[in-house]
């Protein structure tokens, strides 16, 4: 089945860029999708079809896609970013249809 | 405004069964591919079934494939996850979520969740 690899956990100062990573084979060549999940909260849609920001989301969120790695970058980092984020993935050739990364816990310092 | 609402919830001993409901509203719900993703206590995201948009094709994580069914009422715009045979791996907070394309796009709507506990 396929697998997303992201960091356990990824530090950044407030105003600083946090980039979180989110492996798998050949990534580049399927729609990537990116979750904000807040303590005790349910998933928020960040950035869907790798780059695209829903509306309401701040455009210092952004994704990019290529390769076997896809990135979701939140610039000038606030304190309320604090959160874990998901990548996730369709893959029909998975058991699994809809394969989430195993997710990012992103700390402001 | 797009409401996403899960009820059923509770706790039940393993080998039990429990029908979790999500009440949706503010879209046309016959219209969208719904989907039941599961998370574990601490654990992360697990995608558990899908269904299409009247309810004639369905799909399931092998973990649940043969214990859980997965069903939607259109007319009552509730989207239903029979569980079967549970056990203690079932425990987590389920949450429905809307498919904003066809079946294979982004979750666009989650609804707040609802706690499933197995336990003896």
């Known amino acids: 089945s396929y697998v997303l690899t992201q960091p356990p956990s990824v530090s950044v100062a407030p105003g600083k860029t946090a980039r979180i990573t989110c492996g798998g084979n050949?990534?580049?060549?399927?729609?990537v999708h990116w979750y904000q999940q807040k303590p005790g909260q349910a998933p928020v849609l960040v950035i869907y079809?790798?780059?695209d920001r829903p509306s309401g989301i701040p455009e210092r969120f952004s994704g990019s896609n290529s390769g076997n790695t896809a990135t979701l970058t939140i610039s000038r980092v606030e304190a309320g970013d604090e959160a874990d984020y998901y990548c996730q993935v369709w893959d029909s050739s998975s058991d699994h249809y809809v394969v989430f990364g195993g997710g990012t816990k992103l700390t402001v310092l | 405004e797009v409401q996403l609402v899960e009820s059923g919830g509770g706790l039940v001993q393993p080998g039990g069964s429990l029908r979790l409901s999500c009440a949706a509203s503010?879209?046309?719900?016959?219209?969208?591919?719904m989907h039941w993703v599961r998370q574990a206590p601490g654990k992360g995201l697990v995608w558990v079934s899908r269904i299409n948009s009247d309810g004639s094709s369905t799909s399931y994580a092998d973990s649940v494939k043969g214990r859980f069914t997965i069903s939607r009422d259109n007319a009552k715009n509730t989207l239903y996850l029979q569980m079967n045979s549970l056990r203690a791996e079932d425990t987590a907070v389920y949450y429905c979520?809307?498919?904003?394309?066809?079946?294979?796009?982004?979750?666009?709507?989650w609804g707040q969740g609802t706690l499933v506990t197995v336990s003896s």
């Open positions: 503010g879209f046309t719900f016959s219209s969208y591919w």
């Open positions: 979520a809307r498919d904003s394309g066809g079946g294979n796009s982004d979750f666009d709507y």
């Open positions: 050949n990534i580049g060549s399927k729609s």
């Open positions: 079809y790798d780059s």
